[in-house]
C-alpha cells in the first residue's frame, strides 16, 4: 500500500512561510533602521540555561537571542522557526522535520540538522527533572538525514511535541565539549534568534545586537539593552526619558499617559475536588452547587488587583482556548434531589436522610491569597447550609493529604503550568495540554495503588480520556482544535475543579515604538514574537 504522508500545514495557509518578515509587508518607502530598544524587567538574570527557563528575564532573554525549530505566535500558535516544514508518516510516530536553507549561527557558521541532532541528543541524556525531561522520553530518535533534513521518531503520536519544539537549537561548534548539566551560558554570544548577545555591563544589563544573520532577515532595531532587576523608581525614569522601551514587570506605575497592558501568567489559582468513590464530592451535582455558591458569592474577586478570572485551564489567549465557557450558575436543585440531597427549610442545611453535608477544606497556612480564598470560601457554603472544617497546615503536611489516601474533600491548590522549570510557569513552549492532570491512565487510586500523581481529584472520565488521546495524537490544526476545546468543555462540565484565578503582569510600552507587520495586543505572554519588525517611530 502506498505510503501515506500527512503533511503538516498546521499553522500556516502553506507550509511555505516568507523568508522574511520583510516580503509580507508591501511598503513604498524603507522603514527606519537603528537606534536601541530597551526592555525592562524587574529579575535578575544570573543563570543563562535556555532548557531551564526560571523566570521572565531568562524567558526575555531566550526568545530575543535564541531560535527553535519553530516558535510560538503572539497567540501561543507554534508557527515554522529554523524549520520550514514538518510531516508526519501514517502513524504519527515518525516526523519529517525541513530546515530552511543556508541556515547560519550569528558568527556565520552553518546551522545545520546536525546542530538539530546534538541539541535534542543532549538534552535527552540530561535527564532533566521537569515536563520538558519526561517529554524528551518520548522521542525514539532524532535522525539526520541530510544537512537540511532529519528525522524525530516518537514513541506514541504527539502532537505537543510542535510547540516543544520552540526549545532553542543550540551551537554545536561553541558547546559540544562543555558539560550542559552544570554550565551557565550566560556568556554565550552565539544565537540564531533576532539578537545576539554583545555584552553585560558593569550593572549586570544585557547588551544585545541585531543578528545580521537571522533567517527572517535583519531586525530593524540595531540593539535591545535588557535592563534587569528595575525598580518603581528606576521603570518610573525610564518612561520619561523619550528612548524606545518595553516594560515588563509586576510593579504597578502610576504616571499619566501611560500605554499599559496586562497578560495572565502561566499559574493558576483553584479550588479542587477529591472525586473518588469514598468521598461524598464524587456526586456531580454537589461540585456544581459548591462552585454555584462560590461562584455567586464571587468568592475569586478582590484577591488582588493583578487577578484575571478564568473558567478554564488553558492560557487566555491561546490559540486553543475554548472563547466562553458558561458559569455554573444555575441551581440544580432536582439534580440534588435525585441524589437524595435537599435543603432542610428548618434547618436551613443541605442534606440527605437528616444529615448535613460536611466537607473539610485543605489550605496551605503560608500563603495569604490561599487563605484568604478559603475564607471566603467557607463563609460562602456555610451561609448556604453546609458544614465546612477548614484545615490549614503547613506545606509539608498540605502535601501529605495530595497523596494516597487523598485526605481531603476540597483543597485550594495553584498550578503552575510550565514545561521547563517547577519554580517558574515558563510559557515559551507553553502547550496546554492537561493530560497530566487529568487522565485516568496515570490514576493513582488510592490504597494499596501508592504511585505518585497529579491527577490528585481521582479523575477517572472516559469521555475527557477519549478527546485528549485524539489531541493528543492529531497533528492537523483543526483537529487539535476541536479535540482540544472539547477536552476543556469536558472538564468544565466534569467540575474536578473550580477555576480560578491568574495573576497578571504589566507590559508598558512607548508611544514611539511600531511594527512593520502588526503590532501586538500586549495581552499575552508571547507579545514578543515578531519583535525583529519593531521599530522607532520618527
Known sequence: MKRLLIVICLFLAACQPPNTWQEVVNLPTPLPRGGTLTYALDENLDVFQPWNIHNRAAEVAVALTQSGLTRLDGRGQPQPELAKSWQADETGMILTVTLHDDLRWSDGVSLTSNDVVYTYQSLIALELDSSIGRELELIRDVISKSPTVLEFRLREPYSPIISLWALPILPRHVLADQPLGSVNLRALTVGAGPFVQSEITASGDWQLRANEHYHRGQPLFDAVLIRLNQTPASLGQLVTSGAPYIIDTMHELTQNNLIINKYPLNSILTVAFNMRDSRELR???????????????????????????????TLPGHWLEVPELNSHAIALDDQLAQQGWTYNADTKKLERAGEPLQITLLVQSEQSTHGALAAKLVAAWEQAGIQVTQKAVQRSEYLEHLIPPYEFDVAVVEWAHGR???????????????????????????????????????????GYDMLAKSSRATYDAVGRLNAERNASIRIHDVAPYYFGSRSQRYVIRSANVASASVLPTFDTPWYFASIESWYTLP
Do not use: C
Open 283 to 313: 456526586i456531580l451535582p454537589l461540585r456544581h452547587e459548591l462552585i454555584r455558591i462560590a461562584e455567586s458569592a464571587g468568592s475569586f474577586d478582590g484577591l488582588g488587583a493583578q487577578q484575571k478570572l478564568v473558567r478554564q485551564l
Open 420 to 462: 521547563s522549570n517547577g519554580a517558574f510557569a515558563d510559557t515559551l513552549f507553553y502547550d496546554p495540554d492537561a493530560s497530566w492532570l487529568f487522565a485516568s491512565d496515570a490514576l493513582s487510586r488510592g490504597m494499596p495503588d501508592t504511585r505518585g500523581s497529579l491527577n490528585i481529584v481521582g479523575m477517572d472520565d472516559e
